[in-house]
Structures are given as C-alpha cells and as structure tokens.
C-alpha cells in the first residue's frame, strides 16, 4: 500500500466537527464506488474513532489535533474517463497527538453484559475488514482502518476473509475480522 | 446527513402513553438533550414510553448508550419501554451492539402505541 494519503483532513478534537467528519468520509467512500452500507459503516467507524480520542486520549479537551488520511487503494480513476474505479478497498487513518496507551488495553468489552457505553472498538472492529492500532513516533496514536469494496462484511455478520495490513510497526495491535465476536485485541 | 443538530416533540397521550419524537442525528454532540429529555419524562413514571426514531437518521454509540440507559431506568420503575420506525443506520448499529433483542422495537408508531 502506498504510505501517502490521497485525502488528508485535520480537524481539532472539537466534536461540533464529528458530523462534517462523517459527511466527509460517506461522500468520498461513495464516490469511489462503496454502496451506501458501506459508506455508512465507514462513517460511523471513523465517527467512534474520533470520538474515543476526544474521550479517552485529549480527556475531551476541544483544542488538540486530529488528521483523518484516506488512501484509495488501486487507484482512482481519472474524471474524464468513464471507466469503472479500480478502487478495491478504502484505508482510513486516524492520527493525534494524544497520550499513547498500552496497546492491549484497547480492547472490545463483553456484549453479554447489558450497560451503556464501551462500544466505540466493537463497532470499529464489527464493520471494518481490518484494524490496527500502533504508537507513532514521538507521541500520539494511529488507528489504521481498511474497508474492502467487495467486502463480504455486513453489518454485524462478523465473518470476512482480510488481506491484512502491510508494515511491521515495532508496536501495534491488530485484528482480523473472525467468525466470532472480538472481546479482545491481541497485540 | 443533517448538521447533527436535534430538536425533541414529546406527545403526552390522553391513554397515559408518552410518545417522544427526537429529529436529526444523535452523536456525541446532540446526545445529552436526548439523555436530559427522556429522563425529565421517566421522573412522571408513565405506565408506556415510545420513542420515535422515525426522523434520526443517524445514531452512535453514544446514542446507543442513552437508550440502553432509558431502558434500564424503565424496567426499574415498571414503565414499557418501545422503539418504533428505526431507520436502517440506526437499526444497524443496535444490531452491531447485539442490543436489538434487549429492546422492543416495533415498526411503526401505531405498533408501538397499542
């Protein structure tokens, strides 16, 4: 995969700016080619995202930095061409500068248990095909996120076959999609 | 996609029956007005709660998380809690949360009502 995002947005960790996030990523996703369930899972994914850095990272404080890249991996086609887009997955990342956090901390809670909250990683890890947390350098977390165009992942079926990610970050956690429910993310 | 903003309608039937109606996307942004709305209307303990998803087309988890609390709330003070006219985003994310067996969704508003 290429390193260098096609799209790159920054934003402050002020969720006033959650919604136009969202719209941002449904209407990029849509125009690559992804359905519309698609689109919406990658919005709210992106959505939960964002805000467990504002919660959890920037301990909700409205000032700190936050970029969301998305890389069309395959290729765009060119806007005079009527070609079908050669996009086969979208990655989303999700970068800040907030506090790094023990990697095998972030982890999905026990949905058998019925109580509000705690579901931002479960969502992540239910309607995305492949998710990795890591450290960046210096300071801050990554959450890199791929959504296959053809993927097979419906809302809350649980079961895809995933590429993996590329790269070999000294630490990160990541998960593949299994036919169970995730409870943990191993790192 | 709407701007993220929320307005509530509450309807306070004749039969007891209180119909709360919120319009636009529920996040993070917008879920403390739903949260304050439906425990204002849990304090009269009516003997039936419905709430009206029919105008939000988005929720997230945090919306979920304020649902999940309604619920609770109303199972301990014997009030009936009912979800009607889910819209597809909304009814998959109770789905991903595994939560859409824990509520009682129904489809339309006069299910929910009945």
């Known amino acids: 995969m290429e390193s260098k995002p096609q799209i790159q947005l920054a934003i402050t960790s002020n969720p006033l700016f959650l919604s136009g996030t969202r719209e941002f990523v449904y209407h990029i996703a849509s125009r690559v080619g992804f359905s519309e369930e698609a689109c919406g899972q990658m919005a709210l994914a992106v959505d939960e995202a964002i805000c467990n850095v504002i919660r959890h990272g920037y301990d909700r404080a409205l000032d700190k930095p936050i970029w969301i890249s998305l890389q069309c991996i395959g290729g765009v086609a060119a806007p005079e061409t009527q070609q079908t887009n050669p996009t086969t997955a979208l990655q989303i990342v999700i970068e800040d500068e907030a506090r790094q956090v023990d990697l095998s901390m972030i982890k999905s809670r026990n949905l058998d248990e019925i109580r509000p909250g705690g579901l931002g990683v479960h969502i992540i890890q239910e309607v995305m095909d492949d998710v990795k947390y890591e450290h960046r350098s210096g300071k801050g977390m990554r959450l890199t996120m791929v959504k296959l165009r053809n993927s097979a992942k419906r809302a809350g079926s649980g079961d895809v076959d995933s590429p993996g990610l590329e790269g070999d970050p000294t630490s990160s956690s990541s998960v593949s999609p299994s036919p169970t429910v995730k409870q943990e993310m191993h790192p | ?114």
Not at chain 2, 83 to 108: E, M, P, W, Y
């Open chain 2, 1 to 114: 996609m709407s701007d993220g903003r929320l307005s509530i309608q509450v309807d306070r039937r004749a039969d007891g029956v209180i119909v709360v109606a919120p319009s636009g996307e529920v996040d993070v942004t917008t879920q403390p007005l739903l949260q304050a709305e439906l425990r204002k209307i849990q304090a009269e303990k009516p003997k039936k709660l419905v709430v009206n998803l029919a105008e939000v087309p988005y929720m997230d988890s945090s919306g979920v998380a304020t649902l999940v609390q309604a619920m609770q709330a109303s199972r301990k003070q014997n009030t009936i809690l009912v979800i009607c006219n889910l819209q597809d985003r909304v009814r998959t994310i109770l789905h991903i949360a595994k939560l859409d067996s824990f509520f009682s969704v129904v489809g339309t508003l006069e299910q929910a009502v009945g």
